[in-house]
């Protein structure tokens, strides 16, 4: 199959046959990949007035199980946001009524965010859509192709990391 990306490399080795371009038929598809999945899965998210960084932290929080409750530091580790992202999309999630932050009993100086009963509500609802999203966008591969695609971009996650 040819596309945009083979062109692109057709075009590198015809003016730089010197250079091995071959990296960037994986980097510009993972690239380009994660561009498309990120805007299926917001189109879900949009459907439950949510974007992907206020689902993450919902979803931490709901998977952690009762009380359904972390530390800021602890949520910005678990979910799939930045730190630097965490308070701004607190104080958001907060003002809808979706957690609540209070006083930490383990650190004087501490909070802990709570997921709310809306906010709970609200999450059970769009996670099942969010999975089957998430079904449809692997469907093409089988069981073990999926095992095996995980696999490998934790490889190429792993050596982006390293200096």
């Not at 590198?12 to 510009?28: F, K, N, Q, T, Y």
Request: net charge negative; charged share 25%.
């Amino acid at each position: 199959m040819t596309g945009p990306l083979d062109r692109i490399l057709e075009q590198w080795h015809a003016e730089r046959p010197d250079l091995d371009a071959s990296p960037m038929a994986v980097i510009g598809r993972l690239s380009r990949a994660s561009v498309d999945v990120d805007a299926r899965l917001g189109a879900t998210f949009a459907r439950h007035g949510l974007d992907s960084s206020s689902f993450d932290v919902l979803a931490t929080l709901l998977r952690t199980g009762h009380p359904h409750q972390l530390a800021p530091a602890d949520l910005a580790r678990d979910a799939m946001i930045s730190t630097s992202a965490v308070a701004q999309r607190l104080n958001k999630l907060e003002q809808r009524g979706l957690i609540e932050r209070g006083a930490n009993p383990h650190d004087g100086r501490g909070t802990l965010v709570t997921l709310t009963t809306a906010g709970r509500d609200l999450i059970e609802e769009a996670l099942p859509d969010h999975l089957l999203t998430e079904h449809a966008i692997v469907s093409e591969l089988s069981a073990a192709e999926q095992a095996q695609l995980a696999a490998l971009l934790q490889r190429v996650s792993d050596a982006a990391r390293r200096p």
